[in-house]
């Protein structure tokens, strides 16, 4: 009985925990959601936005860790593994075996492709999960943070307009940021010094579009133009014209689905966490960023194990007189 | 397109950029883990070999061993029956040997007591007759009757006889 009221109490107190910290240290607004990735500074017009900040981040760790894990094997020692080079061995054979299970005839050709997708999609979702990567930035005005500055050479020229702009935007976005208002009172916003690459269209667009030339790289490759028979196939009757036309369609469809089932999965899962944060800081976002890591791990595995497949079939002969392609919709 | 952040310079540069990390990866993390796995498997496989190998090796030393083994027992077998059969034939020998001898001596010895008889015999003989002369000489000198005289002679000479 007093177990019972034990345990009652402890979920009590738990309950209340979280729903007082929605006063403690609760935000009074969602931040900002952008969708596109926010431009910290600019290099002689270049754009440097904070998911690539990230992606430099995750290339100097990735490089670095390999280096040091493999700093014996390249001088000609370690054989017998030990600590990193050990777990840098067992990643790299767990992803080799895969490939080669796919296909076993060219796993050599497309290996170091599919595993550093692999696992640059992976530093880079679970490196944006760490503490401090959303919240600590610097403070930039709008027209800075945009990565397509359309209005940028016109700032000077809507200056003038600065009576009435400020009023608007401060009624608009009243508690964007601790940033405040700058000299010439353009709202501040709060740009954070990293994103997830992942939650970059630029950089998922670019996987795509890396997965797909190498693709069809592969086929034209190892089949010269007949690589292109595949798709139009005009002497086995109607049917199959159609389906060498849906293929066609299938593979360009690919870099759209493959750009956004990164970006999509891994954006959604950085609004649900803020959303979580605002509603409920303390305790609520925990089982979530779980989920977040489970995501960020299986998005970078989903994102290897497709393009693994599409070589492989790329590669695969296409029989005139057999039947269909098993072609399996990414989802 | 504008709108998403898409960005040309931000695209290319993320698709140099993966172009430069699959390289360096391929350099520093693929090349020489695989290498040495290879290596590793090659090694293994080696001692896998070698091991076989001593295993036969082993096998065949105990083989043999045991062949040596097997010939030498035959051999001390074969030493010990023709031993055996030597020492029976030697005993044989030695037992008609011995026999041989006895015979021999047996016979000879037989041959002397005959021959000791037969001269005890003709030395008896002359000496009973010599005793018989001088007896009948004796008996003669005191009474001569021809008649008994020829009649104790013969008696004599029968009772010899008898005696022989």
């Not at chain 1, 054979?93 to 005839?105: M, W």
């Not at chain 2, 091991?51 to 030493?79: C, H």
């Amino acid at each position: 009985m007093s177990n019972t009221l034990k345990k009652v109490l402890i979920v009590l107190g738990v309950v209340g925990l979280m729903v007082g910290s929605r006063f403690i240290a609760g935000m009074d607004e969602i931040p900002p959601i952008s969708i596109a990735p926010e431009v910290v500074f600019r290099v002689a017009g270049y754009p440097v936005t904070n998911s690539l900040l990230l992606t430099l981040l995750a290339d100097v760790l990735l490089v670095g860790l390999a280096f040091v894990a493999t700093r014996k094997l390249r001088n000609g020692e370690g054989l017998v593994p030990r600590g990193l080079q050990n777990f840098a061995e067992m990643s790299v054979e767990g992803i080799y075996n895969l490939c080669r299970s796919v296909d076993r005839r060219n796993v050599d050709r497309f290996f170091a492709i599919a595993a550093t997708i692999f696992f640059f999609v992976l530093f880079s979702n679970w490196l944006a999960l760490l503490p401090g990567m959303g919240s600590i930035g610097v403070c930039r005005t709008h027209e800075q943070a945009l990565v397509n500055p359309v209005h940028l050479e016109e700032q000077p020229v809507e200056s003038p307009l600065e009576g009435a702009a400020p009023g608007e935007h401060t009624a608009e976005e009243h508690a964007a940021g601790p940033c405040g208002v700058d000299d010439e009172g353009h709202e501040l916003v709060l740009v954070p010094l990293f994103r997830s690459p992942s939650a970059d269209l630029n950089m998922t667009l670019a996987l795509a579009l890396i997965s797909f030339f190498v693709t069809e790289y592969f086929g034209f490759k190892a089949f010269g133009l007949g690589y292109l028979g595949k798709f139009f196939n005009f002497k086995e009757g109607p049917i199959m014209a159609g389906v060498g036309i849906l293929e066609l369609i299938s593979e360009f469809v690919r870099i759209i689905a493959f750009t956004f089932r990164l970006f999509g999965n891994i954006f959604a899962g950085e609004v649900v966490l803020l959303v979580m944060a605002f509603l409920l800081p303390w305790l609520l976002p925990l089982p979530f960023y779980g989920f977040e890591v489970f995501v960020g791990f299986i998005q970078a595995f989903i994102f290897m194990i497709l393009t693994v497949a599409f070589i492989a079939m790329a590669l695969t002969p296409h029989h005139p007189h057999g039947e269909v392609h098993e072609h399996p919709t990414p989802s | 397109m504008e709108n998403l952040g898409i960005n040309v310079q931000l695209l290319i540069s993320q698709i140099i950029n993966f172009g430069l990390l699959a390289f360096l990866l391929y350099k520093f993390l693929y090349n020489p883990i695989l290498n040495a796995l290879n290596e590793r498997t090659r090694r293994i496989q080696e001692s896998i070999e070698n091991a076989e190998q001593v295993k036969q090796q082993l096998q065949r030393a105990r083989q043999d061993y045991d062949a040596q083994l097997a010939e030498a027992r035959r051999e001390a077998q074969s030493i010990i029956a023709q031993a055996t059969e030597r020492a029976k034939a030697q005993e044989q020998e030695l037992v008609a040997e011995a026999r041989e001898r006895v015979a021999r001596m047996e016979a000879e010895a037989r041959e002397r007591l005959e021959q000791e008889r037969q001269q005890l015999l003709r030395n008896l003989q002359s000496e009973i007759a010599d005793l018989v002369t001088r007896t009948a000489s004796v008996v003669v000198r005191q009474q001569l009757d021809p008649k008994v005289h020829q009649k104790l002679i013969e008696e004599s000479i029968q009772q010899l006889g008898r005696m022989n």
